[in-house]
């Protein structure tokens, strides 16, 4: 654990070395007598941190001056700021403040900032949204084989053999249920479900009505219906995307795992997309 913390560690330190630099943010007073402490010892005494990619802390970060730059996040703040304050502790002189602005706002106020040179000089992104930004972005002068060798999926994100970002987190879709209705219900560990069939079984058991109106939906997945469903052609052997780049969706694959869900509600009649307040 202690490794993947340097390593994290790593990756929020090349990018303050490497964006703050050059920025020409308006917003961000570089000369600021506020934004940090003078330092002057360049030799901590600190450890080499990471495995294959290296950062030595012992070294001056803008010359010892005080240096502050703002970084701009729509969410995973307590991770960001954590990251940041094991940053500042080795570099007192640097100020990283950091700026959470909503999803909703995020993708619209991000590139109008950038856009007016009066953005971040640190900022999350999301692949989602690569196109709005990549114009925004340089790329890191890092040793390319290192970070590969310690870092899931980066040649998924290169551009001429060059890295303008990577993954900070890899997310996979998980299901919750309740432990008391699940006792209640008469059901044990053994009747963890290991399949999608065997899982719309034991909703069924888990669903109680009211004649047609649900006071408990054995299985709710409605909001995030388009989650489930995107992950799940891989079990039929099916890539998201082809070769080309193009969308792998409209398929018999896809077309079988949408029906595995609707029958869930309309067949076995473990929920319903009018239960509850969230549904899509």
Do not use: R
Request: aromatic share 12%.
């Amino acid at each position: 654990m202690f490794k993947k913390v340097l390593s994290t560690l790593l990756v929020a330190v090349m990018l303050f070395t490497i964006t703050a630099c050059g920025t020409s943010d308006k917003g961000n007073d570089n000369s600021s007598a506020d934004a940090g402490k003078v330092e002057t010892k360049a030799d901590k005494g600190l450890e080499v941190m990471g495995q294959n990619m290296k950062y030595d802390p012992n070294h001056l970060v803008n010359g010892g001056k005080p240096v502050k730059v703002d970084f701009w996040a729509w969410s995973f703040i307590d991770m960001f700021q954590d990251l940041v304050d094991q940053y500042q502790k080795i570099h007192p002189n640097v100020t990283i403040n950091i700026i959470e602005t909503p999803w909703s706002d995020y993708w619209t106020k991000l590139p109008l900032a950038l856009g007016s040179n009066n953005g971040p000089a640190l900022f999350a992104i999301h692949n989602s949204y690569h196109d709005n930004l990549i114009n925004y972005m340089a790329p890191y002068d890092i040793p390319l084989k290192e970070l590969q060798a310690d870092f899931l999926n980066v040649d998924s994100h290169l551009i001429d053999n060059k890295i303008y970002y990577i993954d900070f987190a890899m997310m996979t879709s998980n299901i919750y249920y309740n432990k008391d209705l699940w006792k209640a219900a008469g059901l044990t560990d053994a009747d963890l479900p290991t399949t999608w069939g065997e899982l719309a079984e034991v909703a069924k058991k888990l669903t109680i009505k009211d004649g047609d109106t649900f006071k408990q939906a054995g299985f709710n997945f409605n909001g995030t219906f388009n989650q489930m469903i995107l992950g799940l052609n891989y079990q039929y052997g099916q890539n998201l995307f082809n070769e080309d780049g193009t969308a792998n969706i409209n398929n018999d694959a896809m077309n079988k795992i949408i029906k595995t869900f609707v029958d869930m509600y309309e067949v076995d009649g473990v929920g319903s997309p009018d239960f509850g307040t969230d549904c899509g």
